[in-house]
């Protein structure tokens, strides 16, 4: 008998933005369901309206669509599923509610919030845990719609469920207590509608963070009332600050997704970092494409323990992403980068791709520099004699002599051999017995005609031994 075709989903709250917390559970939920050539579902749980944020559910699927994760169902791609916004799903919900009420599993709740506070108050005094199953009203009176629908707990028993990433777990009847079904605003908890979405759109693996487990025994005591078999469960770890000793936060770095893009993160790179949060393929590989990243993920080696963020490691993995790219894709990204900035890419970005990519660990930081005009120095350059003594413990003739002593060294060097690291052979020597700075400082003020650039053996590859000689000698006429 073939197994069912797996089905997992995501499903955001849009309460604000897109934690990387939240975006590695998408990701996990999104690689399982394509390794194993299956359902892929995004919806949206909006029942909590007091906390919902205009255009956060925009904002969750522009985040999505920027990372290149798709989904097969769910908004706006629609499916055989929906509606897949909770708050258009209030009819199922309405129907498993009065399913309970005629097996005598849920009840209206009477209660004001002043009768159940001073319960709490009462329990707290006598140092015991507050249950509300302990004060379930005796007239169990037909349900108006109008007050909160609570779940009667059919029977106080130790659960034991099994979980693909943390094993078997249980509790006893201390997790268990009736719990609000449909709030007195007609909408669902959470607790009640995530069983009824995943039952009713087939899911067969729930991907989630840890702080559900310690629910986990009301859902399986709901799952057991409807006479429903649970979804596989897996439990991811959490994402844990710097330091590794509490969940990463916004004081802690934690930003929204969308803030990596305008920082000139690429989407490959995050997916593949935050993959990597928690879980590791076979072998050594750390820099992986989506295809190889899907073709080796598994549930069963997401490690049970929290994952720390580690902000140098996923600059490094970006900067190794930049470099798989090529340089048709670098400039065109590149260029949509410092367009929404309102700025133009310089026409000679071409010619200094590799000492962007070797200098940038982001398109941010490449295009930072650009606008600096640090790379600025393929137009003729205006030499300015105090800049060329600037830092320099030495005579205008002392400089004047080393300058000349360069061109000598690398006059008779062909075009063809004319890199970085041959110039640097050549006049490392003398720069070494004259004094690195009294040598070097001079010789890239005339290249770059600036006080900050790149090192004066890159300059002169970039510019080409013409164009270097020819400016040696212009300095040489200043001085």
Do not use: C
Not at 13 to 31: C, D, K, N, Q, Y
Not at 50 to 57: A, D, K, M, N, W
Not at 79 to 87: E, F, K, L, N, R
Not at 440 to 465: I, N, Q
């Amino acid at each position: 008998m073939n197994p069912k075709p797996v089905v997992t989903r995501f499903a955001p709250s849009p309460t604000g933005f897109m934690h990387v917390g939240s975006v590695r559970t998408a990701i996990f939920a999104w690689l399982f369901a394509r390794k194993n050539h299956g359902t892929f579902i995004l919806r949206i749980e909006d029942t909590d309206k007091e906390r919902q944020v205009l255009g956060s559910i925009e904002h969750i699927t522009d985040s999505l669509h920027w990372l290149g994760i798709t989904w097969d169902e769910g908004i706006e791609v629609g499916g055989s599923h929906g509606p897949y916004i909770q708050s258009q799903r209030l009819d199922s919900y309405k129907k498993y509610a009065q399913t309970l009420i005629d097996k005598g599993y849920a009840y209206p709740d009477p209660y004001t919030q002043e009768e159940v506070e001073q319960w709490r108050m009462q329990a707290e005094a006598q140092q015991r845990p507050f249950l509300f199953r302990d004060h379930r009203p005796h007239d169990t009176r037909k349900w108006d719609g109008i007050q909160p629908l609570r779940f009667k707990i059919p029977e106080i028993k130790r659960y034991t469920w099994h979980d693909m990433v943390r094993g078997n777990l249980s509790a006893g009847e201390e997790a268990l207590d009736d719990f609000v079904l449909i709030k007195g605003d007609g909408y669902p908890t959470y607790n009640f509608a995530h069983v009824i979405d995943d039952l009713e759109m087939k899911v067969t693996h729930i991907i989630r963070g840890e702080e559900f487990i310690s629910s986990t025994p009301k859902f399986l005591s709901l799952y057991d009332a409807l006479s429903i078999k649970p979804p596989i469960l897996a439990t991811v770890p959490v994402v844990l600050a710097p330091d590794g000793k509490k969940k990463l936060s916004k004081r802690d770095g934690a930003k929204d997704v969308l803030e990596y893009r305008k920082e000139g993160y690429l989407p490959e790179a995050i997916i593949n970092f935050l993959s990597l949060l928690g879980w590791h393929p076979e072998g050594e590989q750390e820099v992986m494409s989506i295809a190889e990243l899907t073709d080796a993920f598994e549930l069963e080696r997401v490690q049970k323990g929290g994952a720390i963020f580690d902000n140098i490691k996923l600059r490094w993995m970006n900067q190794q992403h930049l470099k798989r790219i090529s340089d048709k894709e670098f400039i065109k990204q590149l260029t949509v980068l410092m367009n929404e900035r309102g700025e133009q890419v310089p026409t000679y970005t071409q010619q200094i791709l590799s000492l962007l990519r070797e200098r940038s660990a982001t398109l941010g930081e490449a295009a930072n520099m650009l606008s600096s005009g640090e790379f600025n120095f393929y137009e003729a350059v205006s030499v300015d004699a105090a800049l060329l003594m600037q830092n320099v413990q030495a005579d205008r003739e002392t400089v004047k002599r080393h300058l000349e002593k360069v061109r000598i060294l690398i006059e008779p060097t062909s075009g063809e051999n004319f890199s970085a690291e041959r110039i640097k052979e050549l006049i490392f020597p003398y720069a070494n017995e004259q004094g690195r700075g009294a040598v070097l400082w001079p010789l890239r003020v005339a290249l770059s005609g600036k006080e900050k650039s790149p090192d004066p053996f890159t300059l002169a590859e970039l510019l080409g031994k013409d164009q270097t000689l020819q400016r040696i000698k212009s300095a040489l006429q200043v001085l």
